[in-house]
């Protein structure tokens, strides 16, 4: 489970993608949209899914020259993204967009298009960019008309207002998160620099994203999100860290994490993934807005008490318009399904609301998963 991951600007669960991760069950991924707890494009691509940039999904599906097949797939995933309410596209007949490098030159630190024939560089302060980023200095090429990088130069970090923060002492400096980028050392190790350029989190992890692009396979850490890092530490067990590098979940404690948003991290325990809260997060879901007919919960959830769990009823699991088997059916949600559960009744024991397929409504938590994560500490 990943959040989405920029191949452009190098960082991970941010804007149009924040809901969005690329989970596998076997050998292929697919897309899991956190805000409705759905899993879609399932078993489709072949290597992990990305963006160009936050507008272009790149699939990797399987290796096929039938351009009428290409586009025929290609309008279905399309639709799919739109279903989901994702604000973007993918051009499996194309081509995708070209990385982004930071490079510095005379003084100034340029955005620049990797793998073009003309120089395109346009100072940071300029264009969008994230908090921290990571520049390597470039060289002038009068036949070029540009800056050049070597493609071992090394790295420093800077912010986005052009302020050089550390010294360039890094093999790679990549995947700005919220408040800290990810730099690696000549080990071959990755460790978190803050928005001060301090190494607040030691070069002593290993990467945990494996992503193949043009025969190249690069690797990357996970970006921090709501205020924690999910690291994996040299006996390859993951623990969860602070931004200022304290342990707040201990290695081995899990049997996977991976970052979510709004104070949560993914855990797996039995083979089964779900949400922990383990920072504050003050989200309400008071304001759900219930089917016409459905009946209210007396007891609305907070977002830090709701649970993420699943269904266990063979046949699936009936949702109705109230708690109770004489109220109106409204859907039936399949084996297996996550839900949401969001609130229930004092007096109706046994009847939860829950949160799916971009509905709520109340179903039996006889057939829900006992085996759950809540989301409080």
């Known amino acids: 489970m990943i959040p989405l991951f920029s191949r452009e600007t190098h960082t991970a669960g941010y804007a149009a993608a924040r809901n969005l991760y690329a989970v596998r069950k076997g050998e292929r991924w697919s897309l899991f949209n956190a805000a409705n707890c759905n899993a879609f ?23 096929t020259y039938d351009y009428q097949k290409l586009n025929a797939l290609e309008e279905q995933i399309n639709q799919e993204l739109v279903a989901q309410q994702m604000p973007f596209t993918t051009m499996l007949g194309g081509h995708g967009g070209y990385g982004i490098q ?36 470039g060289i002038w090429d009068d036949e070029y008309a540009g800056y050049l990088v070597d493609n071992s130069a090394p790295f420093a970090v800077a912010d986005k207002s052009g302020t ?26 990755w460790g978190y620099c803050d928005q001060s350029g301090a190494l607040v989190i030691p070069c002593i992890y290993q990467p945990q994203m494996s992503l193949s692009i043009m025969n190249e396979t690069v690797e990357y850490p ?51 993934w779900g949400l922990l809260q383990v920072q504050d997060y003050t989200e309400n879901n008071a304001n759900v807005i219930l089917p ?40 039936n949600i399949p084996y297996g399904i996550i839900v949401w559960e969001c609130g229930y009744s004092s007096n109706v024991p046994d009847w939860v609301v829950v949160y799916y397929s971009g509905i709520y409504g109340w179903v039996s938590d006889e057939y829900l998963a006992t085996t759950i994560y809540s989301t409080s500490k």
């Open 41 to 63: 494009l399932e078993d489709l691509s072949e290597s992990i899914p990305y963006l160009y940039g936050e507008h272009e999904l790149s699939i990797g599906v399987d290796d």
């Open 102 to 137: 930071w490079i510095l030159g005379d003084s100034q630190i340029y955005r620049s298009a990797i793998g073009v024939y003309t120089f395109s560089g346009t100072p940071i302060e300029q264009v969008y960019a994230p908090d921290l980023v990571g520049i390597q200095q």
């Open 164 to 189: 050089i923060l550390t010294d360039f002492d890094y093999q790679d400096a990549c995947m700005a998160g919220e408040s800290l980028i990810a730099v690696k050392d000549a080990a071959g190790n």
């Open 222 to 272: 996970y970006a921090d999100l709501s205020g924690m890092v999910v690291v994996k530490n040299q006996s390859g067990q993951k623990l969860v860290l602070d931004v200022y590098g304290n342990e707040i979940i201990s290695a081995g404690q899990y049997e996977d994490l991976a970052p979510a948003r709004d104070g949560c991290v993914w855990a797996k325990q039995n083979g089964l």
């Open 292 to 331: 016409d007919g459905c009946v209210a919960p007396d007891v609305t959830l907070s977002r830090i008490d709701s649970l993420c769990t699943y269904t266990t009823a063979d046949h699936g699991l009936v949702m109705r318009k109230g708690p109770g088997t004489n109220y109106e059916k409204m859907d």
